[in-house]
């Protein structure tokens, strides 16, 4: 019995031992974290020079990895570059004007700009990486030494900061994807987005060379900043067609003052609208159609389920407005075909079929008669995205709304479908749930030749009023791509699935 007890005795102790073990190696990595955290926020940046511009760089601990271009004041551009948890600010802080002006003139030096840029974006980094590392290690031995007063647990909590660098290294180096460069969010002001951001044909024609783009990137913000105090204007691409989507814009006047300085900065050459101008397709709304007619560029419209047939030759009476009801027009180098919702559900009194297979069914008959009756098509409007879906296999291109929330599919079939959110943040419907519906556009992106999407920006409203504004840049992987039809579905005789509420 006391042979038994004694051996309990020493288990319970071993155990205490490996649990004290335990929590003091796990409260020293928690204090070598912090220290290296600190270490790294109190070490401060580094300065370099990258061709004409001064810039300021550093690291921090972060959830998600990322590299942030700060353009104070015009905004900021975010790049997916890294999985690992920290964080790279790049501020541009001075730019050398003359320098600026002789890299934009002189031919030479603009063929040897990418590499220059790259090797001084290395040493930048490098210079960057010695000292983050430095400060960090730093701040996990002395935050150490201090909580646990004790050279012993300093020496281990350089050895954790050690490895946790180490790790995080690693795990940037081997995530690294210098190509999220071409598909920036940018977040600042409306009126410096088209000059940082870019073109779009640059970016796709250049897509596989880093250098080039970061040489792009540089000769935007030179651009920018030779101005001084105003801006320059957004050298448009002679070779694509820049056409802006919107949708559900639901008697919400901010809609017109985002769509006009879209228009403006961007150089849209046609805007297109998947429907729901309105609320109730009443006469008194008809006004508000008023404001199309002051854009100057050609406003194609199909009606929404909120739209009626009085809205639609509303909006046909105003001046550049491209109504399209089971009908094709070539607008600013495309072909486009529209077709109006099929229904009208504000009039209560009217049967509306919402039956998801009728809607389906009802596209594939369209996108059929489109196909034999009216020849090739670049692009395809409708409001409601089971429809849309229809028109799979006979166009490259579906614009739609409806939903009030944006996607984008691509279908088996390579049709892609992408479906706008509330360019009039869903009007009174804004305040119907806990957040605001955000006011979303996209500008699309066509070569002028193929006439097929190149690339496309979302475009996502906030902050102060129509000039702050978010923007995600996105690159059509395969824009030559083959479009199939898709095999014919016969319905199941066992019933159809019937659809929830219109928005």
């Not at 990486?129 to 290690?137: E, K, N, P, Q, T």
């Not at 150490?144 to 995080?168: K, P």
Request: glycine share 10%; with cysteine; hydrophobic share 45%.
């Amino acid at each position: 019995m006391d042979f038994t007890r004694w051996t309990q005795a020493i288990r319970n102790a071993v155990k205490g031992r490996t649990m004290r073990r335990l929590a003091r190696a796990v409260a020293g990595s928690v204090v070598a974290a912090v220290g290296v955290w600190l270490g790294m926020a109190l070490g401060g940046p580094v300065s370099a020079a990258v061709g004409p511009v001064d810039v300021g760089m550093s690291a921090e601990l972060a959830w998600t990895g990322e590299t942030v271009v700060d353009a104070h004041p015009l905004g900021t551009l975010l790049f997916d570059t890294h999985d690992a948890p920290i964080r790279l600010r790049v501020t541009l802080e001075n730019i050398d004007s003359e320098q600026a002006q002789a890299m934009l003139e002189d031919p030479r030096l603009a063929e040897r700009l990418p590499a220059l840029l790259e090797r001084e974006l290395r040493e930048g980094v490098s210079a960057l990486a010695l000292r983050a590392i430095a400060c960090g290690l730093a701040g996990a031995l002395i935050f150490s030494l201090i909580v646990f007063r004790g050279w012993r647990a300093a020496l281990a909590g350089l050895l954790a900061g050690m490895v946790m660098i180490a790790g995080i290294g690693t795990a940037a180096a081997t995530t690294f994807r210098p190509n999220a460069v071409v598909e920036p969010e940018y977040t600042g002001l409306l009126a410096g987005a088209p000059s940082l951001v870019g073109d779009a044909e640059a970016i796709v024609t250049r897509f596989e060379s880093y250098r080039d783009q970061l040489a792009k990137l540089v000769n935007n913000v030179s651009q920018l900043y030779d101005a001084v105090s105003s801006l320059p204007v957004y050298d448009a691409d002679p070779t694509s067609i820049r056409i802006l989507h919107v949708s559900d814009i639901h008697l919400n006047p901010i809609a017109w003052n985002l769509i006009r300085s879209i228009t403006q900065q961007f150089k849209i050459e046609a805007v297109v609208d998947t429907g729901d101008i309105t609320d109730h397709g009443t006469g008194p709304e008809d006004k508000f159609v008023e404001e199309i007619g002051k854009l100057g560029v050609p406003y194609v419209f199909v009606r929404g389920n909120h739209d009626s047939k009085a809205t639609q030759r509303a909006v046909a009476k105003q001046k550049n407005a491209v109504v399209l009801d089971d009908s094709v027009e070539e607008v600013a180098g495309l072909r486009v075909y529209g077709l109006g919702d099929p229904r009208f559900t504000p009039d209560k009194s009217v049967p509306v079929d919402s039956d998801l297979d009728s809607l389906a069914a009802l596209g594939r008959a369209h996108a059929s008669r489109m196909t034999q009756a009216l020849g090739p098509v670049d692009l395809v409007a409708v409001h409601d995205p089971t429809i849309a879906k229809g028109f799979s296999g006979s166009v490259p291109m579906v614009l739609t709304g409806h939903s009030h929330a944006r996607s984008t599919e691509l279908l088996p079939s390579g049709t892609r479908v992408l479906v706008q959110g509330s360019t009039g943040g869903a009007g009174l419907r804004a305040l119907e749930h806990d957040e605001p519906t955000p006011v979303t556009a996209s500008v699309l992106y066509f070569d002028r030749e193929t006439r097929r999407l190149r690339a496309w920006d979302d475009i996502t409203l906030g902050g102060l009023g129509e000039q702050s504004v978010q923007i995600q840049r996105h690159v059509e992987n395969d824009p030559g791509r083959t479009i199939s039809p898709e095999p014919t579905v016969v319905p199941s005789p066992t019933g159809t699935v019937t659809g929830t509420a219109t928005p």
